[in-house]
């Protein structure tokens, strides 16, 4: 059974290792799940480097994330079966298989697209807890945010497009305006100088309700000098590493709130009951093809150091994706 291990923190293309041990039998109750694929997240890269709001203790196998197909069960397990695809939401989730309590994976339903529902973790579940946990939005009200082009961004695209809530999309590169468009985007606009006026500029002075960042820096500072009274920004990463200097003219006359929002922090947090509904959620609208998410490269675990290496990568168009037992 191969699996990736890293034993230092820096960077992924140097400290990742892949690696062999012998299959593990299985204990009553437990399952036997070949791995189909595993993204590449930038907070996995981020906490292999040592530069995440957690440090992991090492040795760790990376991995979020991912999709599995139940290949064996034990004695005592009545809820999955052989063949059944399963949500890997355990983490160390990029290496052949994993064997655990049967209760440790999540039944997925025989409909959708593997790949798609190997992403349903983070990204979707991001993307619709900060549409719905922040502001009460309405149909025909505006929001902006940065990085309209990463995944949790075509997300929210596609989720607001769905309510009928109209987004201003801030890209760091030309040539993504028609992409993000046929998503459902309202405004794409390229990050820059003058990009409030820009913003005031193509929705008419409309009223902006929420910000949704997470790249930080002068683009923070544009949007929420773009908000209206009373409004919101949400923060919830840092891909330019650059503070921002925060506007305190806004913060103070304009009454804007500054909040932040991190998924462990919710899974700490949220009670059974709201994580079942969220999951419940993303996981039909995956499903049925409601919202997905663009794929760049697809790389197997022996070509680890080069599928790290394109996910760090600027330009790139879309997650990469680890596939030790392709569909």
């Known amino acids: 059974m191969k699996y990736v291990e890293f034993t230092e923190l820096g960077n992924p293309a140097d400290v990742l290792v892949l690696k062999d041990a012998p299959e593990t039998s299985l204990s009553s109750g437990q ?191 544009s949007m929420v000098e773009s908000l209206s009274f009373g409004a919101t920004i949400v923060s919830y990463g840092a891909l330019s590493k650059q503070p921002p200097s925060l506007p305190l003219i806004s913060v103070i006359f304009n009454d804007v709130r500054v909040r932040g929002f991190w998924l462990s922090k919710w899974f700490e947090t949220a009670s059974p009951e709201d994580k079942q509904a969220a999951f419940g959620q993303v996981i039909n609208l995956v499903a049925r093809g409601d919202i997905a998410a663009e794929i760049d490269s697809r790389f197997p675990l022996e070509e680890i150091k080069a599928a790290v290496t394109r996910a760090a990568e600027s330009g790139r168009d879309g997650k990469v994706l680890i596939v030790p037992n392709p569909a």
């Open 31 to 221: 399952v036997r799940v070949k791995v189909l694929a595993a993204p590449i997240h930038p907070a996995s890269l981020l906490q292999i480097a040592g530069q995440y709001g957690t440090i992991p203790d090492l040795p760790e196998i990376p991995g979020s994330e991912g999709i599995g197909r139940v290949s064996e069960v034990a004695e005592g397990v009545g809820q999955l079966k052989v063949g059944q695809r399963v949500m890997l939401a355990g983490g160390s989730t990029w290496q052949e298989e994993i064997v655990g309590p049967a209760d440790q994976f999540v039944p997925l339903p025989d409909v959708g697209d593997t790949e798609q529902l190997s992403m349903l973790t983070v990204n979707p579940l991001t993307a619709l807890l900060i549409l719905s946990s922040f502001v009460e939005l309405n149909e025909g009200d505006w929001i902006v945010q940065s990085a309209a082009n990463s995944a949790v961004g075509e997300y929210i695209i596609q989720l607001a497009k769905q309510r009928g809530i109209r987004t201003v999309n801030i890209v760091r590169r030309e040539g993504l305006a028609d992409k993000l468009k046929a998503l459902g985007a309202d405004v794409v606009l390229v990050d820059g100088p003058d990009l409030e006026e820009r913003i005031g500029d193509a929705i008419d002075g409309a009223q902006v309700a929420m910000a949704i960042d997470c790249v930080g820096g002068d683009v923070f500072v």
